[in-house]
């Protein structure tokens, strides 16, 4: 115990000790897990094709509507197409968005960090400089003009979101290797000729773990949004994959006519989002407390 | 304060210049203009004038230093799809964007402010669990969404407010509503945290003791003092409620840059992308440099600060 105090005073905190299991946000983990399980199953169980044009079937309503029944239990589209098939569909677009964008940003962001705070002098500067330059364009007119020089899906939407969001995990990690550095067993690392790679893994990486975690989990339900803006306006997922954004993109033209067609991909939208953030709340409380201004 | 002033103001030009760079390079990358402006069978003597017309022949770098020289001139050429100055074009759509982007600050400070301090006052009373779950569910709900359902509810059913266009104040509501919702959340906090801690001073405790009626402490001694951490954020929020317009103006067919700038990316009009996304990025950076000066007349330590 003493010498654990003496070679590392930022404890690694012990993951599974501290993660009880009392007070876990059980309903946020159900969506979420339900969410995962339509992006892995979907395809095998769920009995509706989210692309099956049925005219005849157009503008169902939900089941519990006078006219609705519960071959659609959340109604069609103007294409007689089953809303809860193309909702099911559509998680995969969001798990997969979701997991490579936040893989991606979260490694680059944490690379430019560790590398801008523990090196320090014009490479930092030239870094702060970059991230200040790309914070200064709005974020939804940078995904404007890269998803419109790229070609628009999934791919795109991807890069687009990495590109936004590296500099915020950047940012977040310099500050945090601004003061790793200074501790004396980092400085002893380096005095002793440990190499900057070992470093980084064995005495950074470590340490800004749990930031990252809790970051990660809390641009999940920034990520699902950004995505479904982008599929909006025509400039993320493209028919005939589906996406809640595009799946309200094209209820917007007969809005008129189906209240469902907008709303309940909207409600997917929301609890994947609520979920996603209560958890990430949760485990910044558990696992990060100084974090709780961001 | 004057050298804090010139230091972060040539930060301001650096981040301009910066992001002047990467629009034009990005905005180059994204195809030829020539293919969208001629028809396809258009003579080869004809493209290659064009070309030269536009500058298109030039290499790269060459292309991108006319560009700052006449961006600095506010000469950003003409629109290819409008035959007029792109900076005019966009410059036109600015108040509309202005406006949009006040109405939804004050619509969210409005909503903010008074939940904000109810909150602190009766803590972990109703309106502070209501409050947190009202912004629970707004950092949840995409902007468009809650566009999308304003338009279903107050245009189609019950037919009180206009779906589209820019008019009178009855035009402005849901636009502003759709914009405003998502800060709204950050800004409770805000104003509930620097409330605690105004309401656990000294200041406020003498004036309890003094008999003070609660009313005038709560919203006169306490909330003066808890409205600064707010006040200096308010750039901040006017910034990304410029960012945010850019959906919003698409949903509510708002007149403002934004929806100038997403029409102008589809029909590949470079020079209305580029002076509309450089004028938000320029309106962006003024409004942080904003921040950081109040900042620093409020407290004087961050002036020290590199």
Avoid at chain 1, 209 to 235: D, K, P, W
Wanted: net charge positive; glycine share 8%; proline share 6%.
């Amino acid at each position: 115990m003493s010498d654990r105090a003496l070679s590392a005073p930022l404890p690694i905190p012990r993951l599974r000790a501290r993660l009880g299991l009392r007070g876990w946000p059980w309903l946020s983990l159900f969506i979420l897990g339900t969410v995962i399980a339509a992006a892995l199953l979907g395809d095998a169980l769920s009995p509706w094709d989210p692309n099956d044009i049925d005219l005849g079937a157009s503008f169902q309503p939900p089941f519990w509507m006078a006219t609705g029944a519960f071959t659609h239990p959340l109604g069609t589209d103007n294409l007689g197409r089953d809303i809860l098939g193309r909702i099911i569909a559509g998680a995969r677009v969001t798990v997969v968005v979701s997991l490579y964008a936040i893989l991606l940003s979260g490694a680059i962001g944490a690379l430019v960090g560790m590398v801008s705070g523990f090196f320090g002098r014009w490479i930092d500067t030239i870094i702060m400089r970059v991230v200040e330059i790309q914070n200064s364009i709005p974020a939804v007119a940078l995904a404007l003009i890269l998803a419109a020089v790229l070609r628009p899906g999934l791919n795109t939407v991807v890069i687009v979101i990495v590109l936004t969001y590296w500099s915020w995990y950047a940012r977040i990690v310099r500050g945090e290797v601004l003061s790793l550095k200074t501790l004396d067993y980092v400085a002893f690392a380096r005095t002793a000729g440990v190499s900057t790679p070992v470093i980084f893994r064995r005495h950074l990486l470590p340490n800004i773990m749990n930031t990252l975690l809790v970051l990660a989990t809390l641009q999940v339900g920034q990520v699902i949004i950004f995505e479904a803006s982008l599929s909006f306006l025509g400039l993320g997922i493209q028919q005939p994959d589906v996406s809640w954004g595009l799946m309200l993109s094209d209820a917007r033209q007969y809005i008129t006519n189906a209240w469902w067609a907008i709303t309940m991909p909207g409600i997917a939208i929301m609890l994947t989002c609520l979920s996603a953030n209560m958890f990430g709340d949760w485990l910044r409380d558990r696992l990060d407390p100084r974090m709780r201004q961001l | 304060m004057i050298g804090f002033l010139w230091r972060r103001l040539g930060h301001g030009l650096v981040s301009i210049i910066g992001a002047s760079l990467v629009i034009f390079i990005i905005s180059r990358l994204s195809g030829d203009p020539i293919s969208l402006l001629l028809p396809p069978d258009a003579p080869p003597k004809i493209i290659a004038a064009a070309r030269i017309q536009l500058g298109l022949d030039l290499p790269l770098w060459h292309q991108y230093l006319i560009f700052l020289t006449n961006a600095a001139h506010g000469d950003f050429g003409q629109s290819y799809r409008w035959q007029m100055p792109a900076l005019d074009l966009v410059l036109q759509r600015v108040p509309a964007t202005v406006e949009l982007a006040c109405a939804g600050l004050l619509f969210s400070v409005a909503l903010a402010v008074p939940l904000g301090v109810l909150s602190a006052v009766h803590r972990d009373g109703l309106i502070d669990l209501g409050g947190r779950l009202l912004a629970m569910l707004g950092q949840a709900m995409p902007n468009f969404w809650v566009g999308l359902l304003l338009i279903l509810l107050f245009s189609i059913y019950l037919d009180w407010l206009p779906a589209f266009g820019r008019g009178g104040i009855q035009h402005l509501i849901m636009p502003a509503v759709a914009l405003g919702w998502y800060p709204v959340a950050a800004q409770t906090r805000i104003v509930r945290s620097a409330m605690l801690d105004v309401l656990e001073s000294d200041h406020i405790r003498l004036s309890r003791a003094l008999g003070t009626p609660e009313w005038l402490i709560v919203w006169k001694y306490a909330f003066r003092n808890a409205a600064v951490p707010l006040l200096t954020m308010l750039g901040v929020y006017f910034a990304s409620m410029l960012s945010g317009a850019f959906i919003v103006e698409v949903i509510f067919a708002w007149p403002g840059i934004g929806r100038t700038v997403v029409e102008a990316v589809f029909s590949r009009d470079f020079p209305v992308v580029q002076a509309g996304v450089l004028l938000s990025s320029i309106l962006f950076v003024l409004a942080t440099l904003l921040v950081d000066i109040s900042y620093s007349l409020i407290d004087p330590r961050i002036r020290h600060e590199r």
